[in-house]
């Protein structure tokens, strides 16, 4: 039950992560398994003439060189984290701490009652 009404506390971000307010390419070409995280699709080539392959090296395929040796990265174009996620964050682990706590303490009292 805990884990269930922490799962719904998250329910807004995950119909923001869905919308197209957060990727305006749309969300279709995603599964459903992820249509509420944070992958996004949107993104483009820009620019990125200090960057160099090592600043890349766990994502070598966002990183390019054109004919010119200009370096090209691929950057997303989704909306940024909002103070509002980090705050729903903080919400959900102090709901499941006080939960926690509270079931440990209502366990102990069942156990005096029992014993």
Known sequence: VICLVAGLLYLPSI??????????????????????????????????PTCTLDDWADSPRRYAIAENNLVFVLANEC??????????HLVVILFLAIAIFALGFHQKKLELQYD
């Open 15 to 48: 119909m923001y992560y869905d919308s197209t307010s957060y990727d305006e390419t749309g969300r279709s070409s995603i599964g459903w398994q992820l249509r509420g995280s944070l992958m996004c699709h949107d993104t483009k080539w820009v620019p990125c």
């Open 79 to 88: 909306a940024d984290i909002r103070l509002r996620e980090g705050l729903q």
